[in-house]
């Protein structure tokens, strides 16, 4: 990841807010107000393909099944499509470090080292460098696309759009008049967000909040040992669910020969962690490694839950190894091209989050059928609390929209220049109108691609499983 020399010159902020306006010759705010498909635009059954070629076979048909859940399911895997789609727009040129695949499922909240709950972005496969609106247009639409699944008219779905993409503008304004060091510093305490959001909900929306709050602090690491795991002849061991969970023992002939490779896999993990992380890995010792199924876009890479112990059995510590693919974004920007696509998650992911898991790291290994991967390991569960868009009544989706838009700047303002993007937004609505008119035309297309998977399904060109 490219990082300019600190002790250069920077640009004055007015030399920045102007570098911000200029590029709105290049990307008028108006331009993002539609969708129109490129000329020659590719199938989107081929681009899901494509992906598929480089998975799990037997896992692929599982990833289509979820995505033929709804237009909603087929959005969050579709990250891949929409890249292509985004790429040859005009652009702003204002970059960031992007999360990628920035819908609003993708928003949380999690623990962070202190054992504080906080709201941030959450899932960074395909975080890559490139021009800000993408991630905005990419959250603005699926709010459109939720308040379809909801059966909310278009004027609500418009409403959650435009809450999300204001707050995004309005936070962004902010952070353009803060200190460098405030910015960074600054994170969404979900208490102080829970105050932010009282005066604005009923007292039945309160409660909800409230419940989630405390559903999230209840997902902690032993809540995931107590349901994986099981106790064996052998000790404690991760609990079978195939095709979901699969042991490593069931996966190989000789899973000693395995285990010998995956040990070599956490020392490499391990050297990426700095020195008193890794001084806490080595407390502990490996117990037990399965295969498990994640995701929607994400199913069909190689995924490993690995079950580790320290003092004893009441002692656990559960690491996902999750494999990296190159950013779908890669092929459609300028971008710095990694030799390790763990690295680009751990350092884009660092980069963007305000508090990142403590165990978070990347590593380079020989996989199950003899070719090298790219892997990035974290805690398997910790303090984890994801919205329910599907209960939401139209005013909770719009407060909800706020909260992901103001996030989604705080992210950007870290890695990008907040002075040239909130110059380039402006005081006043218009790049907010503008992509209300943006989601509902992805939207609609969002609804055709799901239909072109299904009958490709229908037809026999692609297979698809529901376990």
Request: net charge positive; aromatic share 8%; proline share 6%.
């Amino acid at each position: 990841m490219a990082v300019r020399n600190p002790f250069d010159a920077s640009p004055t902020p007015a030399e920045r807010a102007a570098g911000g306006r200029n590029a709105r010759s290049r990307a008028p705010r108006s331009s993002h107000g539609r969708f129109e498909p490129a000329p020659g635009r590719p199938d989107p059954v081929d681009v899901l393909e494509r992906q598929s070629a480089t998975r799990l076979p037997e896992l692929v048909p599982i990833r289509y099944g979820r995505m033929l859940e709804a237009p909603f399911r087929f959005y969050r895997g579709a990250a891949a499509i929409m890249a292509a789609d985004l790429g040859p727009l005009p652009d702003t040129g204002l970059t960031v470090q992007l999360c990628g695949d920035a819908h609003l499922l993708n928003f949380r909240l999690l623990a962070s080292p202190e054992r504080h709950l906080v709201f941030d972005i959450n899932d960074f496969d395909e975080t890559y460098t490139g021009p800000f609106e993408w991630d905005v247009k990419r959250l603005a639409a699926s709010f459109a696309i939720a308040g379809r699944a909801n059966g909310f008219p278009v004027k609500e779905q418009d409403g959650a759009v435009r809450a999300c993409v204001e707050a995004y503008r309005r936070r962004m304004r902010e952070f353009a008049g803060m200190r460098t060091l405030d910015i960074w510093y600054a994170q969404d305490d979900a208490d102080r967000l829970r105050e932010l959001m009282a005066s604005s909900m009923n007292r039945g929306e309160r409660r909800r909040t409230e419940e989630a709050t405390r559903r999230a602090r209840s997902r902690t690491y032993l809540q995931a040992f107590g349901k994986l795991t099981r106790v064996t002849d052998g000790g404690r061991r991760i609990a079978p669910d195939p095709p979901l969970i699969t042991p490593l023992d069931d996966l190989l002939d000789d899973p000693s020969a395995e285990e010998k490779t995956l040990r070599t896999v956490l020392d490499g993990y391990a050297r990426s962690l700095s020195s008193e992380r890794r001084h806490l890995l080595g407390r502990y010792r490996l117990v037990d490694v399965a295969r498990k199924v994640v995701g929607v876009g994400s199913v069909g890479t190689r995924c490993w839950i690995v079950l580790l112990l320290g003092r004893d059995d009441d002692d656990p510590l559960l690491l996902q190894a999750k494999e990296a693919q190159e950013s779908v974004l890669a092929p459609h920007t300028d971008g710095e091209r990694f030799d390790n696509q763990g690295r680009r998650v751990v350092d884009g992911q660092r980069l963007i989050q305000t508090t990142s898991d403590i165990l978070l790291g990347w590593t380079h290994a020989v996989g199950l059928d003899g070719r090298p991967r790219d892997f990035y390991v974290r805690q398997l569960r910790d303090w984890k609390g994801i919205a329910r868009p599907e209960t939401m009544d139209p005013a909770l989706l719009r407060l909800f929209a706020q909260v992901c838009g103001a996030s989604l700047a705080r992210a950007h303002a870290r890695s990008g220049d907040p002075v040239a993007i909130a110059a380039y937004l402006g005081g006043g609505d218009r790049f907010d109108r503008a992509l209300t008119g943006f989601a509902q035309d992805y939207a609609d297309r969002n609804e055709r691609d799901f239909a072109a998977l299904g009958d490709a399904v229908r037809s026999g060109r692609v297979r698809a499983e529901s376990p």
